[in-house]
């Protein structure tokens, strides 16, 4: 009895000492993009990639220490959903790998291709940790945390330059977790517009993209869903107050759009629109496999002097390089992939009937997340920046990883009293 209770316990710590371990590699991934100390770790190679350095003890500890205490869990197996992502990094990796050793190209798509590891290395972590639902709280109180840093560096810094950009995919989609939490309404209307306010001090075109994004994605699986329970004369209230701040809305969009050069950013489209065509060409060129990416991940860029890193400069859109480098092979395994995990997840826990359980706030989030890195990463080179990077494909996982246990839970059968 006794050596069973010091095998416990031993398995509870070993557990914890890992979660906070991994835990530690993702607060150091989020606070390099952060920078609140201007340490520009980011601009380090060493330190850059830290955070995945960091993340791989903990998660080969997690896995030996499930199987030494024979708490198998879900298998490695289930998730097989991430294949189609797995199948293109492996060809990035192959393709960035052949460059640097056969081609001598320092500026390789290597980045892009390890860092997609992160998924299925964080699925299997949240599987088989002690306490998923602990270490996904903590994994969002760092990203609240993270966020009220950018807040208060956007507003000291509004109007003095271009600060946190590229990382709106993390701060806005948070709205839907509280949204999911806060349950009294006046509350969340506050929250709202605080996360409209965050939007606005962004200054980035891809900020207030995501924020509709966001406010879609809430009417969606939220509004609609928690509506269509209400009575029919409330139904008709709520309609009529739709349509009214739709009208008003979209008299907002057309005055900001017909006066876009005095409200909106430029978004340097004279720069995006050249390395859009020739990424393009590439694609035409060779449509099927693409370059291999066994090309340079940055190019000189001739149209003009930006002043920036010597006019040596990435695509700006990592869909494009995809479609670029990776041709419709690489095209499909990205989009296949992506459909296999929205289907996944969908099913097991983002259903509007599941919100009510106690990982949907968690769920909702990562799924919005995810959507708003798309947005994020079909204008901005995301996959070649190694923290953004692990912390998107990450969220990902982690969304892989609540929809697998969702859906073992309800599997499992249910107790009949006698």
Known sequence: ??????????????????????????????????????????RITITKHLPLLLALPPLLFTMAGARLFNRIGIRPSSLSGLGPLLTLSLLIVA???????????????????????????SAAMLLRCGNPERLMRIYTVFLMISSGVVFLGLAV???????????????LPLLVFVTLQVKRPWPRWGWLLFFLLIAYLFKKNTAYLTTLLVLVYLLIF???????????????????????????????AAFIIANRESYLPTGNTEFRLRTYEIAWNK????????????GAATERFTGFDTGVARNVLPTHSDILDIMANGGLIGLTLWLWG????????YDA??????????????????????????????????????????????????LVGIALLAKSEAKKPTEVSP
């Open 95 to 121: 393709g960035g790998s052949y460059a640097r050793v056969q081609l001598d190209v320092e500026n390789t798509f290597l980045i892009a291709g390890v860092y997609m590891w992160a998924a299925p290395l």
């Open 283 to 294: 694609f035409l060129a060779s449509p099927v496999w693409g370059t291999g990416f066994t």
């Open 222 to 252: 939220f509004a609609w869903p928690s509506w269509a329970m209400q009575d029919a004369l409330q139904k008709v209230g709520k309609i009529y107050a739709i349509l009214a701040l739709t009208i008003v809305l979209a008299l907002l």
């Open 1 to 42: 009895m006794h050596d069973s209770m010091l095998l416990n316990k031993t398995r509870t710590a070993s557990l914890v000492m890992t979660d906070y371990g991994y835990l530690f590699a993702l607060a150091l991934a989020l606070y390099l993009p952060v920078d609140p100390l201007n340490w520009q770790l980011e």
């Open 338 to 345: 992506l459909l296999r995990i929205a289907r996944l997840a």
């Open 157 to 171: 810094n509004y109007g003095t330059g271009e600060v946190y950009h590229e990382l709106e995919f993390l701060v």
């Open 349 to 398: 826990i983002l259903n509007p009937r599941q919100l009510e359980h106690p990982h949907a706030p968690y769920a909702h989030m990562l799924a919005c997340m995810s959507l708003a890195a798309i947005l994020t990463y079909a204008f901005n080179p995301i996959f070649l920046q190694p923290a953004k990077s692990m912390i998107l494909w990450t969220n990902l996982g982690f």
